[in-house]
């Protein structure tokens, strides 16, 4: 190769070199440039967004107040019971020979429920009768015998007047005397014997009656706990034999009324229940009874009370469980509000900024400025401290204005207003939604 063919491909090479470094030197402008570009935009959407939110109005969830029925009641639960139940026992012991009713059978007063054996006391009946008859032939007796000395003791006066008091002797004298006197004491007991046999006779018809158990009531026949030769043992107490309610037609519910709550329950109170046999179903119900002692059940103290049911239908049964409401108060066209809106306290974050925005466009925008001061917000007139209020909106400057207001029942939905100057259909605000533009 001749020198002049070396310089060309020196120069050659070295072109190529310049023209590879000038494309590097582009390519990482133009990187550089990419990213100032994406770093602007975003600022400048951020900063958009900022004045757009800056711009924002508050939002919030309000509901008007309303005229309506407000209606308070108290929850409690219990049991239902008949309103009168009878346990019918055995004052006798004996062995059952016969038990006549079965579960569920309505009986009337009067009617025999069991029978007891009556050997022994049929018995003691005749018994009876025999020696009330014996008393009887006893007084008759005794009084003939009472006429025989007499009439011995009249024939020795008659004797001893003839005689001139020479016959018969002063003893034959004082011994009639003596056996009148007594034939005359045994008049007397036999006649007090008699009333004493009479009235073991009595006892033991008596005896002879109860051996046949009626029922004392009308009513339906709740539980049988005898059959057919079982012995009764009456020795300390009656045992229970049957259970007898009366007139399920009419029931009693037994609830406990927790003491917080019995300050408003009074008798003659509506009542509305539920069983879970009848789902679906409300039965009605009277406050008849309001105890005042209390019970305490797991360290809760309530009081028991008595709630008059009609069950016409008999789909109600003793032992039935009952969730029931007691309507306390009732108020016909009160003006209401959602209890939310008494608790609803707005913060200073859901009042608008106070003054303009920003200006100036996108640099505007993207220039650093202080952060914008919020309005306080406005107190409502007449309330200190922890007096009733609600919150309305203010259509001119979207803040939210208090009102004050005076309180009355509550159901723990809503909330009866009996003063301040809130009106029929204002809007009051219940929750903030957030901001929007």
Known sequence: MSASESLEQSGAITDLLATEGARQVWRRRARRLVVIVVVLGVAAAFALRRGDRRQARPSFKAEPATIGVLTVKVSVTGTLKSTNNVEVGSELSGILTKVFVEE????????????????????????????????????????????????????????????GGKVPSRAEMDAGRANLERAKANATIARANVPQARATLRSDETNLRKATIRSPIDGVVLTRKVDPGQTVAATLQAPVLFTIAQDLHKMDLQVDVDEADVGQVKVGQSVTFTVDAWPGRAYRGVVKRLGYASQTKDGVVSYPATIAVDNADLSLRPGMTATAEIVTITRANALVVPNAALRFSPTAGDAPPAGPPGGGGILGRLMPRPPADRPKLPAAAGVKGGGSRVWVVNEGSAMPVAVAVQTGATNGQLTEVVGGRLTVGTPVITEALGEEP
């Open 104 to 163: 569920n059978d309505h009986v009337r007063k009067g009617d025999p429920l069991a029978q007891l054996d009556t050997a022994k006391l049929t018995d003691a009946v005749e018994r009876s009768r025999a020696a009330l008859a014996a008393a009887e032939a006893q007084v008759v007796q005794n009084d003939a015998t009472v006429l025989e000395a007499r009439a011995t003791m009249n024939r020795y006066d008659e004797v001893s007047r003839l005689s």
